[in-house]
Nanobody
Framework: QVQLVESGGGLVQPGGSLRLSCAASGLIFSRYTVSWYRQAPGKERELVAAYTNGGGRINYVDSVKGRFTLSRDNAKNTMYLQMNSLKPEDTAVYYC??????????????WGQGTQVTVSS
């Protein structure tokens, strides 16, 4: 059974830092396109950061460029999102996503349960 488990969220003051983790089980992480999304109250879910082109490139939404860093440890089947210089507008539930397109099974699309990040003084 595939599971993605996020951790590392919490309450932090503006300007602070958090590191989110996404631990995967039941799949080989390195074969998947993996991403972080977030959803703020009353807003649609948005893509924050993603590995593309087989993991050779990382894309960030403009609002987090220069502040957030995406990384992965394939040996541990884990992905990280280092978030620095946090702002109140970064407040959201952050979700880990893993996608793989296969010939036999089509699109395999997995989500974690989310971890809450609250930036407030």
């Amino acid at each position: 059974q595939v599971q993605l488990v996020e951790s590392g969220g919490g309450l932090v003051q503006p300007g602070g830092s958090l590191r989110l983790s996404c631990a995967a089980s039941g799949l080989i992480f390195s074969r998947y396109t993996v991403s972080w999304y977030r959803q703020a109250p009353g807003k649609e879910r948005e893509l924050v950061a993603a590995y593309t082109n087989g993991g050779g490139r990382i894309n960030y939404v403009d609002s987090v460029k220069g502040r957030f860093t995406l990384s992965r440890d394939n040996a541990k089947n884990t992905m990280y999102l280092q978030m620095n210089s946090l702002k109140p507008e970064d407040t959201a539930v952050y979700y880990c996503n893993a996608v793989l397109y296969t010939i036999v099974s089509g699109k395999l699309d997995y989500w974690g349960q989310g971890t809450q990040v609250t930036v407030s003084s």
